[in-house]
Nanobody, 125 residues
């Protein structure tokens, strides 16, 4: 079993920055992919960025150039540096992980087995 705990959410002004963290525990040796998803009220969970142990990264177009995903050296944590925040970036941010994710599911919620509880992000002036 893999447990994921997110932190770092909060409030920011438009144009501001936040850094989210996700720490994995349990049988972490089986984790190969870790990703960040966002869910706004009444909307589906959308994939933002994913990274694997080899450093392969994929971003959704909506955050490319503004958000940066990275991982800890021990591969047991993943981070999301968010710059240039927009009001539409607000929502609950979830960390997800899995051992194997097919290419077509890199940024799809059904591609990941383990999930954290989420950390909220608000963006307003």
């Amino acid at each position: 079993q893999v447990e994921l705990v997110e932190s770092g959410g909060g409030s920011a002004q438009p144009g501001g920055s936040l850094r989210l963290s996700c720490v994995a525990s349990g049988t972490t040796y089986v984790v190969f992919w870790m990703a960040w998803f966002r869910q706004a009220p009444g909307q589906e969970r959308e994939g933002l960025a994913t990274i694997n142990r080899d450093g392969i990264i994929q971003y959704d177009d909506s955050v490319k150039g503004r958000f940066t995903i990275s991982q800890a050296n021990d591969k047991k944590a993943v981070y999301l540096e968010m710059n240039g925040l927009k009001p539409e970036d607000a929502g609950m941010y979830y960390c997800a992980a899995d051992s194997l994710v097919v290419r077509t599911s890199y940024l799809r919620a059904n591609g990941y087995k383990w999930w954290g509880q989420g950390t909220p992000v608000t963006v307003s002036s």
